[in-house]
């Protein structure tokens, strides 16, 4: 395999790995059962990892991705024909151009959270992650920083606004004409 070739199979397993919660979250809107939902995101992943070749480099990852899904999905719900509730195809397409829609704003504003998180301190990613990465109470917060519970709650939802205004400030400027 060339320096190019491997470069290449790299960018589009990280674009695939940064679709995942994109892809997920899209699958889940048609499917709502979480089971069916995760199976067909494997399945997904499948087609995307044997279609490596297919993808045209430069084009919107997430976008084809969702198109794959969308497939699989669609060979699911064909699938389960034999089940009592089974949405219509025409249905199916109506609800995929909303989730598509839904999918990729979900994808800009993590985007813009990601960039909002690089403006908050060390000091509140930290207390971000212990919060809701590692899900430590808030009691366990408190004393390891040796404040009061309530403190923490205040710093966590003045840490929550200031992300939330952030992620509206970066979401206006990129619609902005």
Same mark, same amino acid.
Request: proline content about 2%; charged content about 30%.
């Given at each position: 395999?060339s320096?190019? %070739? #491997?470069?290449r199979?790299?960018r589009?397993?990280q674009?695939?790995? $940064?679709c ?6 899209y &699958?889940l ?7 069916d939902?995760? $199976? ?8 995307? !990892? ?12 997430g976008a084809w ?12 719900l +064909?699938? =389960?024909?034999?089940? +009592?509730l089974?949405? $219509?195809?025409?249905?199916? #397409?109506? *609800? ?7 999918? #990729?704003?979900? $994808? ?6 990601r960039?909002?998180?690089f403006?908050?301190?060390e000091?509140?990613? +930290?207390?971000?992650?212990r919060?809701?990465?590692?899900? !430590?109470?808030l009691?366990?917060? =408190?004393?390891e ?13 003045? &840490? ?10 970066? *979401?206006? %400027?990129?619609?902005?004409?």
């Amino acid at each position: 395999m060339s320096t190019d %070739d #491997a470069a290449r199979l790299e960018r589009y397993v990280q674009q695939l790995t $940064d679709c995942q919660n994109r892809l997920y979250a899209y &699958i889940l809107m048609l499917l709502p059962n979480h089971d069916d939902a995760a $199976d067909v995101l494997q399945e997904t992943n499948l087609t995307l !990892w044997r279609k490596v070749n297919d993808f045209t480099e430069g084009t919107d990852f997430g976008a084809w991705a969702c198109r794959v899904a969308y497939y699989q999905v669609m060979a699911r719900l +064909r699938d =389960a024909k034999r089940e +009592r509730l089974v949405f $219509d195809e025409n249905l199916l #397409a109506l *609800l995929d151009v909303e989730a598509e829609e839904l999918s #990729a704003e979900l $994808d800009e504003q993590r985007r813009a959270l990601r960039l909002c998180m690089f403006q908050l301190s060390e000091q509140e990613r +930290r207390l971000l992650r212990r919060r809701y990465v590692l899900d !430590w109470p808030l009691k366990r917060i =408190a004393r390891e920083m040796g404040v009061s519970p309530g403190a923490v709650a205040t710093s966590l939802y003045r &840490i929550r606004q200031e992300l939330l205004l952030c992620i509206e400030r970066k *979401l206006q %400027d990129k619609h902005k004409p």
